[in-house]
């Protein structure tokens, strides 16, 4: 996976229907995603409960692209082996799920995993100046994680300006996560992200019989942020 700093478009299966994650994801690859987002949750870090390593290695199958799997979960450590054995690409814990957060990336990157930190929308960015070395993509949560199809929180517009201020030229994305849309997805990739998680505004109107609607939405982003 080499580093590049274009807008790229996750569609977060969260969305999709999940009796058919494998024609799913094969059907918003055909359509344009650039990257597949995997929400993983283990309804103790956040009230939802979704699946673990072997849905993980069921889907990676599936995915000809890129695996970026958020884990939602707490502890994060015990399972790091795990979900790298399952083909996540992209491994993303977030900062609020453990102390001993610098451990966790060393460990993302010692299973030969790309290392992402994500952010709540509550979180400052001080924490993270001691991580840049460490990381491979900051996650900037722009709703509360837990469920897909909520409302953008605006206040995350400036910390991701700051955020790829103190970036500067390391090669580290800045993923965007929650409410993304034709409307907000501009707002972020003119402060500085390049990976836009949406999964609601991909995934509305289409269905794996009907996947056009995947590709309009997925163009319809594209269009706004080409500006
Ligand atoms: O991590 C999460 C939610 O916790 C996300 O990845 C959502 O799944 C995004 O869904 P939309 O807000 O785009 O519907
Ligand atoms: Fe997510």
């Not at 939602?72 to 015990?78: L, R, S, W, Y």
Request: some cysteine; glycine content about 10%; proline content about 6%.
């Amino acid at each position: 996976m080499s580093f590049d700093r274009s807008v790229k478009i996750a569609p977060s299966i969260l969305s999709a229907d999940f009796a058919n994650f494998g024609q799913e994801i094969e059907a918003v690859e055909a359509q344009g995603a650039d990257w597949i987002h995997v929400d993983v949750m283990d309804g103790h870090f956040v009230p939802n409960l979704t699946f673990g390593p072997p849905m993980c290695a069921a889907i990676a199958k599936h995915i000809n692209t890129v695996m970026d799997v958020h884990l939602m979960i707490a502890p994060v450590d015990p399972y790091i082996e795990a979900f790298a054995e399952a083909g996540a690409d992209v491994l993303t814990a977030h900062l609020e799920a453990g102390a001993h957060t610098h451990r966790t990336l060393q460990a993302i990157r010692g299973a030969g995993c790309k290392a992402g930190l994500a952010l709540n929308p509550a979180t400052g960015l001080e924490e993270v100046e001691y991580l840049l070395d460490m990381v491979d993509l900051i996650c900037v949560m722009t709703v509360n994680p837990g469920f897909g199809g909520q409302k953008f929180i605006h206040s995350q517009v400036e910390k991701v300006r700051r955020l790829r201020e103190m970036i500067g030229d390391r090669p580290i994305h800045i993923e965007i996560d929650g409410g993304i849309t034709p409307e907000t997805a501009p707002l972020m990739t003119q402060a500085g992200a390049d990976v836009l998680v949406a999964g609601s505004a991909v995934f509305k109107g289409g269905s794996v019989s009907d996947p056009a609607p995947y590709g309009e939405n997925i163009r319809a982003i594209r269009a706004a942020v080409a500006g």
